[in-house]
């Protein structure tokens, strides 16, 4: 049981990212479920792309939500230019617990701010070699969360988590079911004991984003070297022996 | 933390070979065996960081969790469970639960209870090692006592391990290459034979017989169970298993259960099978949330088990000369 007095002074932060899919937003509508239910009012600010339905899933929970597309931006960049807006926003609210959830579209994204609460939700159907493949959003984070145990076998469970394990040996690792809610009232515990933040501004990321600024950024569209400036990497193509 | 980057590449990756896959997974392969890690790690530009997605400290972090991993040091300190203790809460109407339930190693219960009534809360409640901090307000003990609140989070020291009707495989390798793969994350050694036992057990589960080569995406609803089931009791390190139905088609529940005991497993059943329900020397009464009773099963439920597994052989019976092409003109 949650209650009130024990936890929430002003207002908590919590960053949320993980893979398309992975059950983000269930995780969260499970554990928004269950801050309600211990009569806190939480907000959510949902970060994507091109479009997105999950604010009137928010909705629909009786809490307050704001959504932002970022368009043809990195939407890791684009979290970061606003996530001090939605902050000030919360505050004004009088939530007590804000999630920003992102969604991480290239695995090199790095929304995690130092100090505050970082969640990255990832899934047992991705494979067991996924979590190597997966940059700052999952080895910077102080939990990770794994969905979809459900539906694999407890051998799968095992090793992934054991792969979680070695991408980020300090994380709290735990299994949540979006579907049957199972483990969200164990993590909302976890998100009450977060951090407050007032501010964002002076705030710094636990990570660098991943870097942008070359023709292509600026809307460049045609191919070849020449058209080429700014940050630019090349492959290495490797000779093999037939 | 800091000796280990004084030691030279060659001697670390021959002492502990995991090792070399650790560092290729950030990249980093070693080329000069007489450098030092510290040396090797200091010469990586700044670039490769960032491309992989993390600092030096971070990376010296996980590298020091895997060592202690491989070094079996994390093992080492989870303590053994013999057994566990419910304290019973409330029910979703806030009526008190009475009941102080310990369960033994090698014992088998099963619970029984409407869809919703609150048997994945009960189950939950034990793997969280709940201290009225749950919405039922249970307290679990382990070994009569309060566990650490840090084992929550620790891989070994898992409570439950969970087998249920639609569980899958979804990795694309073989049975052999698959159980490898779980005994290497549990830093077994010996694998090889503890490989064959396994697969050997899974057989004797299965009606039907599978090899070491079959690709686990290819086994049957009942060849995957047989696999889950001896796979987890050999070496899953949770005490506890937790089975959401066995289905009756493709395995003897019977051999699964008595593996499962024997390997020393604190045994839940969630079941409304007869047979099942039966087999377990108590069962559970789930309603509203809470636990409404505990039944022992009786001797005259006993003498019924043998009565339904007659029924359920014959039944069996049936469906093998159905798959042969027989007629059933005759029962």
Known sequence: ??????????????????????????????????????????????????????????????????????????????????????LKWGISLNLDLLVSESAG???????????????????????????????????????????????????????????????????????????????????????????????????ILRFSMPAALCSYCLGETKIGMEHQLGNVKRIKIKQEQP | MTEILEKKIGYLTAEFPPLTEFFSDYGITFNDLHATLGETLEGLAEEHYEDMGIDREKLLENLDGFLQRITLSEIAEAPTVSEITIIGGHDKNGHPEEIELTLLRGSVTSIVGPTGSGKSRLLA?????????????????????????????????????????????????????????????????????????????????????????????ALSGGQSRALMIADTAFLSSSPVVLIDEIENAGIDRKKALSLLVRKEKIVLMATHDPILALMAERRLIIKNGGIQKIVTTTSREKENLIKLEEIDNKFLALRTRLRSGEMLEEL
């Open chain 1, 105 to 203: 579209l290239c695995n090199r994204c790095s929304p995690h701010i130092k100090g505050v609460l970082a969640v990255c939700v990832i899934d047992n159907l991705m494979g067991v070699t996924t979590p190597k493949k997966i940059g700052p959003m999952l080895k910077f984070a102080d939990i990770v969360v794994i969905t979809k145990g459900d539906i694999v076998s407890q051998a799968e469970r095992e090793v992934f988590a054991f792969q979680v394990r070695r991408a980020n040996a300090k994380a709290k690792i735990m299994h949540v079911n979006g579907i049957t809610g199972q483990g969200a009232s164990e993590l909302t515990s976890l998100f009450l004991q977060a951090p407050e933040t007032e501010t964002l501004d002076g705030g």
């Open chain 2, 125 to 217: 409640d034990i793997e969280w090692m709940a201290q009225n901090d749950t919405p039922t307000g249970r307290t679990i003990r382990v070994n009569g006592q309060k566990p650490d609140p840090e084992l929550r989070f620790s891989l070994e020291y898992k409570l439950v391990a969970q087998l249920s009707q639609n569980m899958n495989f979804v990795m694309d390798t073989t049975v052999e290459e698959f159980v490898f793969m779980h005994a290497e994350s549990r830093m077994i050694t010996a694998i090889d034979t503890l490989v064959a036992d396994i697969i050997a057990q899974a057989n004797l589960l299965a009606g039907e017989p599978f090899t070491a080569q079959t690709p686990v995406t």
């Open chain 1, 1 to 86: 049981m949650l209650f009130k007095s024990d936890v929430i002074k002003t207002m908590k932060l919590v960053t949320i990212s993980g893979p398309p899919s992975s059950g983000k937003t269930a995780v969260l509508v499970n554990v928004i479920k269950s801050l309600k239910s211990s009569g806190l009012r939480a907000g959510a600010v949902k970060y994507d792309c091109l479009a997105t339905d999950d604010d009137a899933l928010f909705r629909s929970l009786g809490i307050p939500v704001q959504t932002g597309l970022s368009g043809n931006l990195c939407p890791d960049h684009y979290f970061v230019s606003n996530i001090e807006e939605c």
